[in-house]
């Protein structure tokens, strides 16, 4: 057996012609975006707010990945774990965004609104928890704790490739089951006041973790994806070898699974005890155009995944896994069209230029900040203890 | 019937993989591979298909789910129909938990007992060790001498390579 030692340094160089692209669609969508938040601020907001959760979930996903290895004391997925940090640095740029969704807030939330509150005895009872000032000191709170978790992990991380200090991995250790607990508690909150309130009448328990599952596949998807273009392009393709591609393929069929069983777990209570005030929701969500999408988000999400990855083989296949990789993505973005839009789209779902035009602006974003953080550094934490398991991983 | 078996052994894992690539490279029959746990990439190495027990799993699920599905129909709708709370009687959703748990229930248990049963391991059954260090820190791999110009040196030549630890003829009789 031939062991893979560790090479001194792998660089990513982004071809100039994908950046320029990346800034371009970057660019376009949002000016688009802005121009349709001035022109239909109805259907501008929503889409804003949309792109905006999607961002952070990605950002989120990559600290909470590295989290996760850190307190298993995983070897696996060290070789690639630049790949997660550098998606972290999407959370700075959607923080100023979600700052900017504070000028839509009268738009966006029923509840902002005095004439509505004061005529409705529901919602006075729950004025405590929604009200502007609070709302927003919430919203930056949790920003601050995410970016503050976030940006020390990834700076000890990257430290430890200058001076191989292995009480950096321990550090980070710790670090991360703080971060764990933190996340749990403050996505919960984050998820209830950014999307559940969008339907202020409406409630649910289980709101925190759905949230959570499909932020994480969603998370686990693009890593994958992006960890799969960068072997395509070569910084990897030694890097990275099929029992690598088997893991993150395994977690992507397990966290598809959860996010199928969380999406039941909330809509057979809700079904079963069919109480008006909860089951709204999904009777909203049944009718027409948005019953179709409930069946497409379901594919999406779950049963062309599900059926895609089942034998070994896909889950080793660079091609099956790119594409399960691109379904979900889209997929996500279906998922939170189905939570965020039906407030402010009473009848049908509508995609048009509105809808399309942030999301793309979030796309370009999202690649062109993490292929940027990527370049700039050596792409393998060639000081880490565990990086030669990892090199070898051999499953 | 019998058959004369090489006994091999080797003192670390990634020895025991390379010989029994070394092995299966120069064309020898390899009888079976024994570890004291389990070692990655030695299926590969030794040249052995892809299991069929993924598809058993697969069949006794499906057949779990569907024959669960229709008892519950049957129970709540059929034989004794239950009003639950207006609800039409034949109400998919609400038989989907005890289906899916039934599913992995088929699934799981039908794939260790069938496992168990190709595998001929079956309570009371005497355990047939090839080598007492296999239990404790050594690795093991059975060559079949199945033709006439099987030469022990020659193998003894290739292992040592690998830093073969002890070469031992055995006579297996069945």
Same mark, same amino acid.
Do not use: I, Q, Y
């Given at each position: 057996m031939s062991s893979i030692s560790v090479p001194a340094r792998i660089a990513l160089r982004p071809s100039a012609v994908m950046m320029r692209n990346l800034s371009i669609l970057a660019f376009l969508g949002a000016a688009v975006a802005t121009a349709g938040i001035i022109i239909a601020p109805e259907r501008g907001w929503p889409n804003l707010l949309l792109a905006t959760y999607y961002l952070i979930g990605l950002g989120l996903a990559g600290a909470l990945f590295v989290a996760l290895q850190y307190v298993s004391n995983a070897?696996? =997925? !060290? @070789? /690639?774990?630049r790949v997660p940090e550098a998606m972290t640095t999407v959370l700075p740029l959607s923080g100023v965004l979600l700052v900017l969704l504070f000028f839509g807030i009268h738009t966006l939330y029923e509840w902002s609104h005095e004439a509505v509150m004061a005529n409705d005895p529901i919602l006075q009872s729950k004025s405590g928890w929604l009200n502007e000032p609070f709302f927003i000191a919430r919203t930056l709170f949790y920003l601050g704790v995410w970016l503050l978790f976030s940006t020390v992990m990834v700076k000890l991380s990257q430290r430890q490739d200058e001076t191989g200090d292995i009480d950096l991995t321990r550090r980070n250790s710790r670090l991360s089951a703080g971060f764990l607990v933190t996340f749990a508690l403050t996505f919960t909150l984050a998820s209830m006041d950014w999307i559940? =309130? #969008?339907?202020?009448?409406w409630f649910s328990t289980i709101f925190g973790i759905y949230n959570f599952s499909g932020l994480f596949l969603n998370g686990l998807a693009t890593m994958t994806l992006i960890v799969i273009v960068l072997k395509r392009m070569g910084p990897f393709q030694h890097v990275i070898n099929d029992s690598h591609l088997h893991d993150l393929g395994k977690l992507i069929f397990a966290f598809s699974t959860f996010w199928m069983y969380i999406w039941f777990s909330q809509y057979i209570l809700i079904w079963y005890a069919n109480i008006p005030e909860e089951v709204t929701y999904f009777t909203r969500r049944e009718a027409g155009g948005w019953g179709v999408l409930t069946i497409v988000n379901i594919l999406f999400n779950w049963v062309i995944p599900f059926v895609a990855l089942l034998p070994i083989w896909t889950k080793r296949h660079e091609g099956v896994l790119l594409r399960v990789c691109v379904i979900l993505m889209i997929g996500h973005w279906i998922d939170l069209f189905w939570m965020i839009m039906p407030p402010s789209m009473q009848k049908e779902p509508v995609v048009g230029l509105w809808e399309i035009a942030p999301m793309a602006a979030a796309i370009g974003l999202f690649f062109l900040l993490t292929f940027k953080s990527l370049a %700039?550094?050596?792409? #393998? *934490? !060639?000081?880490? *203890?565990?990086l030669e398991e990892s090199l070898n991983l051999h499953t | 019937m019998s058959r004369r078996l090489l006994v091999s052994t080797f003192d670390h894992e990634n020895d025991l993989l390379a010989a029994t690539n070394a092995a299966r490279e120069h064309g020898y029959t390899i009888h079976d591979a024994y570890t004291p746990f389990a070692v990655h990439g030695l299926d590969k190495a030794m040249g052995m298909r892809s299991t069929r027990l993924a598809w058993a799993t697969l069949i006794l699920g499906i057949s779990g789910a569907i024959a669960k599905l229709w008892f519950q129909i049957w129970t709540s709708a059929t034989s004794w129909p239950v009003n639950v709370g207006g609800k *039409?009687? %034949?109400? !998919?959703p609400a038989f989907v938990p005890v289906t899916f748990e039934v599913m992995v229930l088929f699934a799981g248990v039908g794939t260790v007992l069938l496992f168990l049963a190709m595998r001929k391991l079956w309570p009371g059954k005497k355990p047939a060790v090839i080598y007492e260090g296999v239990t404790n820190d050594r690795f093991v791999l059975v060559l079949v001498q199945?033709? @006439? =110009? /099987?030469?022990v040196d020659e193998v003894r030549l290739l292992f040592g390579r690998f830093h073969l630890v002890q070469l031992e003829e055995r006579i297996e009789r069945s």
């Open positions: 070897g696996w =997925s !060290v @070789a /690639f774990r559940m =309130s #969008l339907e202020p009448h %700039k550094r050596n792409l #393998l *934490p !060639v000081r880490d *203890p565990m | *039409p009687l %034949k109400s !998919v199945d033709n @006439a =110009s /099987f030469n």
